[in-house]
C-alpha cells in the first residue's frame, strides 16, 4: 500500500535488546491531504531511516505494510515504511464543496411528454409508455 502526506514530525529514535540483538526504530508522522486529512505514525526499522534523509515539512509517498498482532488478549497495529521516496507532490486540491451523491444536471428536453395529447390528432389514444429498453 502506499500513503502520501506531508511529515508533520520526526520522533526520536527508540532502541532495544532483543532475543536476535540490539534494535532500531525510527518514526515519522505524516499529515494526509483531502478533505479530510488523517495523521498517520510510520514506523522505520534498522538503518532504512539513515538513507533516507527525511525532514519536517518534507511531502513523500510512502510504501507502506500495515500488520495487526495481539497480545495478552490486546492487538496492537502497526504501519511500517519499506519504501520512502521524497517529493511525493503537493498536496491533493481539496474536493469540490458539492457532495459527490449530486445529481448531474440535465438539458430540458424539447420533447412531448406521454400526458402532453394537444399534438396528437382526434381519435387516436397517445400510447401508455413507451419503453425502449431491451428487457
Given amino acids: 500500500m502506499e500513503i502520501q502526506g506531508k511529515i508533520i514530525q520526526i520522533l526520536p529514535e527508540q532502541t532495544g535488546e532483543g532475543r536476535n540483538g540490539t534494535w532500531r526504530k525510527n518514526r515519522f508522522v505524516i499529515e494526509t491531504s483531502g478533505q479530510y486529512p488523517k495523521k498517520v505514525c510510520i514506523d522505520v526499522w534498522g538503518d532504512k531511516f539513515d538513507q533516507m534523509s527525511l525532514a519536517e515539512e518534507q511531502f513523500v509517498t510512502a510504501s507502506i ?37 449530486a445529481q448531474p444536471q440535465t438539458a430540458p428536453t424539447t420533447a412531448a411528454s406521454p400526458q402532453d395529447t394537444s399534438s396528437i390528432p382526434a381519435g387516436n389514444e397517445p400510447p401508455a409508455f413507451e419503453d425502449d429498453l431491451p428487457f
Fill in 65 to 101: 505494510d500495515v500488520e495487526s498482532r495481539e497480545w495478552q488478549g490486546k492487538w496492537f497495529t502497526d504501519v511500517k515504511a519499506w519504501k520512502v521516496e521524497q517529493g511525493g507532490g503537493s498536496p491533493q486540491p481539496q474536493a469540490s464543496n458539492e457532495p459527490f451523491y
